[in-house]
């Protein structure tokens, strides 16, 4: 069924994802509700919960300036187990000893700032035109490439309901794969592990105390009321805004670059009282770099 209208405000929904649900589930419902084209900013697994961006409309065009921001996770690992997909939906071998909260702790800041990281197999990753689940559901052999990941920081958090499973709160850059560092972080201590559980709490500006549970959404809200649930896309964007008068004021919407006084960088700029987009400064020019209307 079709739905009549859309929305006529851009911006972001921070969404509850249930465990359960694929990230494009959500996106559709979105898509659906708004009337507009949607889409999610890092993609949670379907085991996974806890917060999902979706940029509604122009605002998915801002994708590109959120990709080093910082993610924030509570993790459950479950020691003495491997598995194929390194999570616990995938084919479980039982076996390896169970370490000790301690013995965890001195581990973890072995990790901490730059690391190589092996992706799942069972991912997204482009494997000679072909994703690595796809391979891996066929039963291909393949390894992929290690890639540079950045870990801020984790600490334990205590037992979660089996004695097996460990919480581990993690903070890391975009790109950070959990179920690789639950296998790398057994494997450094002699032992096996898959995650079990995983919840988003943070995702840059995005935070989980803010977020609305995807639950909301499944009750089809009027138009009027999603927009109660969107965040104006220059609320989320961390750069000040450019101000530009006389002649200036008018050249840089129709596409050419002029003289600023701001420091080099990017910069939010306003045509009248209309968020307009991103500019850029360079050299002491400035540049419309990403329109949003």
């Not at 006529?8 to 465990?19: E, I, L, M, Y």
């Not at 919840?199 to 840059?204: L, N, P, V, Y």
């Not at 549970?213 to 104006?232: A, G, N, R, T």
Request: net charge positive; charged share 25%; proline share 5%.
């Amino acid at each position: 069924m079709k739905r009549d209208g859309k929305i006529s405000a851009f911006g972001f929904f921070n969404v509850d994802k249930p465990s359960g649900l694929t990230s494009s589930t959500v996106v559709n419902k979105l898509k659906w509700l708004s009337g507009v084209p949607c889409g999610h900013m890092g993609t949670l697994d379907p085991l996974a919960s806890g917060v999902l961006p979706v940029g509604v409309g122009n605002a998915a065009r801002l994708f590109e300036y959120f990709l080093e921001k910082e993610k924030e996770y509570v993790a459950e690992f479950t020691f003495g187990v491997s598995s194929d997909t390194l999570d616990s939906t995938g084919t479980l071998t039982y076996g390896g000893r169970i370490p000790t909260e301690e013995e965890i702790k001195a581990v973890l800041p072995s990790f901490f700032g730059d690391i190589m990281q092996v992706p799942p197999n069972y991912s997204a990753k482009n494997v000679n035109g072909r994703r690595g689940y796809d391979l891996a559901r066929a039963g291909v052999e393949f390894t992929l490439p290690p890639k540079k990941v950045h870990i801020y920081g984790m600490e334990t958090l205590g037992r979660a309901e089996s004695g097996h499973t460990y919480r581990i709160k993690i903070r890391c850059g975009g790109g950070t794969y959990i179920r690789s560092l639950a296998r790398d972080i057994a494997g450094a201590l002699g032992t096996n592990a898959v995650m079990s559980a995983l919840r988003r709490t943070k995702s840059g500006v995005f935070e989980i105390g803010n977020s609305v549970p995807f639950s909301l959404f499944e009750q089809d809200p009027s138009l009027e009321e999603l927009e109660k649930y969107l965040i104006p896309t220059e609320l989320v964007l961390p750069y000040p805004t450019i101000r530009l008068e006389g002649a200036n004021s008018v050249k840089i919407f129709n596409g050419l670059a002029v003289r600023a006084e701001e420091t080099d960088g990017l910069y939010k700029i306003y045509q009248g009282k209309r968020f307009y987009g991103i500019a850029e400064v360079k050299e002491g020019k400035a540049k419309i770099k990403t329109k949003l209307c």
